[in-house]
């Protein structure tokens, strides 16, 4: 499954103190276009793009399929324009990647959504110094949530009949 996020920094961050309390105020914002694929089977993916624009999610789709070459794959999206694009699906032909595109407004049929909230959820907890450890802090939590199988168990129970007869 691929979607894309775009993420700033919460400005709070919260902490234990042992007499008055004090607010740590982090004023710097950063920015993360990040591409995720989250697989059932074969290894997940997340990169940095500058822009979300086709040629973008055609790269993204080329990295998915040389990091996972001999597993069959399927990319749940939303309807965004680089995603339906002309360009993309027949890119995504060609790489022997099949599209599934989910009903707008209706992100809950994704579960890479729940690693997009969990890296949310991540990120406010921290207090990022600088755009490499806030990439860093995305990636990681990216890799550790991807690895659960959880987020997907209860969605399988549903559309995995429907998955297999597309490959």
């Given at each position: ?70 597993v ?26 099949v ?26 907890q ?42």
């Amino acid at each position: 499954m691929v979607s894309q996020n775009c993420t700033a920094i919460s400005k709070k961050q919260r902490f234990w103190s042992f007499g008055k309390p004090t607010i740590a105020r982090n004023t710097s914002k950063y920015r993360a276009n990040t591409f995720g694929f989250y697989p059932i089977n074969g290894r997940e993916v997340v990169e940095f793009m500058e822009h979300s624009t086709s040629k973008y999610v055609c790269e993204f789709l080329r990295t998915i399929r040389d990091k996972n070459p001999v597993v069959g794959i399927i990319i749940l999206l939303d309807n965004a324009r680089s995603h339906i694009a002309e360009a993309t699906k027949k890119f995504a032909e060609s790489l022997g990647i099949v599209l599934v595109f989910i009903p707008p407004y209706s992100p809950d049929l994704n579960p890479i959504e729940q690693i997009w909230k969990g890296i949310r959820r991540r990120i406010s907890q921290v207090f990022v110094k600088s755009e490499w450890a806030f990439r860093e802090t995305i990636r990681t939590t990216f890799h550790r949530l991807a690895k659960k199988p959880s987020f997907m168990e209860n969605w399988l129970k549903v559309f995995q009949p429907v998955l297999s007869n597309l490959l």
